[in-house]
């Protein structure tokens, strides 16, 4: 059964950091490009990053840029977001999602992706 599997959420003050992380079973993640996810209540579901299979290309939504970093361990296979300097509208439940169609980094589109994980509960508040 192919499963991916967030990991990390929770409640943080403004200003603070959490790693999400995405696990793979029952297939491997080299092969396919991988993109995170969020949607708050009310909203429609958004592209927060994707990377490449090598991870050498690696994309921001411009509301992340220069606070978020995606990464892949291929040997574990696992992906990460790591946000740094959150701000209450990054609360949403986060999501990340597989993909073997694209070919692009820059393909951040729900409809792309094949898989998807349960989520994890993102929370900034004071």
């Known amino acids: 059964q192919l499963q991916l599997v967030e990991s990390g959420g929770g409640l943080v003050q403004p200003g603070g950091s959490l790693r999400l992380s995405c696990a793979a079973s029952?297939?491997?993640?080299?092969?396919?490009?991988i993109g995170w996810f969020r949607q708050a209540p009310g909203r429609e579901r958004e592209g927060v990053s994707c990377?490449?299979?090598?991870?050498?290309?690696?994309n921001y939504a411009d509301s992340v840029k220069g606070r978020f970093t995606i990464s892949r361990d291929n040997a574990k296979n696992t992906v990460y977001l790591q946000m740094n300097s959150l701000k209450p509208e990054d609360t949403a439940v986060y999501y990340c999602?597989?993909?073997?169609?694209?070919?692009?980094?820059?393909?951040?589109?729900?409809?792309?992706?094949?898989?998807w994980g349960q989520g994890t509960q993102v929370t900034v508040s004071s």
């Open positions: 990377i490449s299979t090598s991870g050498g290309s690696t």
């Open positions: 029952g297939f491997t993640l080299r092969y396919f490009y």
């Open positions: 999602a597989a993909s073997l169609r694209i070919t692009s980094v820059q393909a951040m589109i729900p409809e792309e992706y094949d898989y």
